[in-house]
C-alpha cells in the first residue's frame, strides 16, 4: 500500500509553512517527488541541507513543470509575481494552492493568470510559531489545526476534495468560506492581535522614564506574553498589514472605540464597568482550552519548561 | 542547622500568590508556625484542606497576634481596610510586607495605620499565573523572578535585610525603587498589557460579523495569546486600574498614539514605517529570553505540552 497522493509536488516558498508542509510529505510519503523552490539562494542551500524535497531550483518557473501540486508558500506581497512567473509551466489539470494569511488579495493577485486548464484553490493553515525559515518548520505543524480554503464560485469539487485529503493527512481540519468573510474573521484572531502586540512592544521601547533593561526584567508580569508574536517574521507581517487594509482597518477602529470606553472607566472610577469586562473574557479563554486550540497549563506550562524552575 | 527565619508568619489573604509563599514556606521549614487568615470561609476551609498553615482564622487580627512577619495578600483596593484591622494587634518589632501590584496606593492606605513599633516595608513579587485561588498556587513560583520593595524613607535597614533574605530565599532577586517608580515601570509592564488583552478580547467577544465560535476555531493565529492575561481574576485587575489610574492613563495614552500612527501607516500603505518597527520589536523578545524570563521553546513550547501534538 502507498500513502502517495501526488506523484510530483512543487513547492513554492520554503519558510516556516512551506519546509512544514516538506516534512509532513515526506514522513507520510504523499509524494514520489518533491521540488523546493526560493528566491534567496542561501535559503535553498540551506532547504537542501536540511533534506526537505528530492529536487532544488531558484525558479520557480522550473519548479512546477510537470508538478501536480503546487503550494506557493511566500509572503502575500510576493503572490502576484510568483504567479506570473509560474502559470505558463503549470501542467493541465494540476492543484495550485496557497497559504497566505490574506485572501482576497493573494485571489486577486494571482487567479488572473491562472490558465483555464488548472485548479487554483486558495487555502490558509491557521498554524505557525513566531520562528521563520526552513530551519524553523517542524512536522506536525498542523496537526489539529483548521485550514480554511476560499475557493472560487464554479470551483472543481474533485479537485477541492483532493486537496482537503491531503489537509487532512497532515492533521488539519478543513473549513470553507468566501474569500471576504475569511479577511475579516482573520483580521481579528490574527492580524489585530499582532498589529497590538507589535505595537505595545513599540511603545514599551520608546518610554524616556522607564529603562529598556527595567522593561526586560519585570516582563514576567504581562509583557513577555506580547513580545511572542512581536517577533514574527517582519516582511509576512509588513504584507499582511498592505493586504488585508480594509478589515484590519474597521478591528483597529472597533478595538480604539472599545478601548477609550476602558480608559474613561479607569478615568472616572467606573469599577463595575472594568468588572463586568474582566469576567466576561475569562469565559472565552476556558472555550478556547476546551476546543482544544490552547493548552490549560497555567502560564502556557512555561514553568514546566524552564529547566531554572520546577 | 535550622531554616527558620521568623517564629509565627501571618499570611493574610490565601489566593495564588498567598498559597504560593504558604507553600515556600512550608517545604523550606522557614518558620515554626504559619497563621492563614483570609475573609472567605469558603476559602479558609479549602487552605486548611491543603494543609497551607499550623492555624486558620477568618480574623485578621487575631492571626497577626505574636507574628513577626505579616503578608499581606489581598486586591490592592482591601489594603486600607485589612491594615486598620490589624494595626492594633501587631507585635513590637514585626515586619509587615504586602504582594500589591500598586504601591504609592498600597502606602497611602496602609502607612496611615501602621503603629511606630513595626516595620512596613511594601513589596511585589513579579510572578504569577492567569489562574486564581488557593488552589492555583504553587512552590516554586518566585523562582528566578523579580521582588521588588518600595521602602519608605527612613526604613529600617535590618528589616529591609530580613525580608529581603526571605525572598531570596524563596528564589527570588530583590529590587528596590520608590513607589511613584515601580507603579510607572508596572503600568508599561503588567498593568497596560492586561488592559489591552482584556480589550481585544472584549471586541472580538462584541463582533456582528465574525462569530464567537469562528473566533475559538482559529484562536492559535495570535489571539488565544490574549486570552491568557484576560483570564486573570477580575477583581484583582479592577482594583489594579483603579489604584495605579495616573500611571496607566499615561501609558494608555501613549499606547493609543503609536497605535494611530501604525493605522495611519497601513491607510496609507507605508510598508517600510511598518517594517521598521516589526523588525525593531524582535530584539526585545530576544532579550527577554537571554535574560531568562521567558522560555526560548516556539509557541511558548505548546506543542511539546499538548497531547495530541507530538
Known sequence: MTNVQFERIALIGIG????????????????NEVVVSTRSPATLKRAEELGLGDRYTLSAAEAVEGADLVVVSVPVGASGEVASEIAPHLKAGAIVTDVGST?????????????EHVHFIPGHPIAGTEKSGPD?????????????????????????????HFWETLGSNVDEMDAEHHDKVLAIVSHLPHIIAYNI??????????TESEVIKYSASGFRDFT?????????????????????LEMLARFSEDLAYLQRAIR?????????????TRAIRRSIVEAGQDVDAPDF??????????
Chains 1, 2 share one sequence.
Open 136 to 164: 524553523a518548520g517542524f512536522p506536525g505543524l498542523f496537526r489539529g489545526r483548521w485550514c480554511i480554503f476560499t475557493p472560487l464560485p464554479g470551483a472543481d469539487k474533485a479537485a477541492i476534495a483532493k486537496l482537503r
Open 228 to 248: 511572542r508574536l512581536a517577533a514574527s517574521d517582519p516582511t509576512m507581517w509588513r504584507d499582511v498589514c498592505l493586504h488585508n487594509k480594509d478589515a484590519l
Open 268 to 280: 472616572w472610577g467606573e469599577g463595575d464597568k472594568l468588572f463586568e469586562l474582566f469576567t466576561r
Open 301 to 310: 506550562g512555561r514553568h514546566a519548561l524552564d529547566p531554572k524552575r520546577p
Open 16 to 31: 516556516l509553512i512551506g519546509s512544514s508542509i516538506a516534512r509532513d510529505i515526506k514522513e507520510l510519503g504523499l509524494a
Open 103 to 115: 485572501k482576497a488579495s493573494v485571489i486577486a493577485q494571482m487567479q488572473p493568470h491562472m490558465p
Open 201 to 210: 512592544v513599540g511603545t514599551a521601547d520608546d518610554l524616556e522614564t522607564v
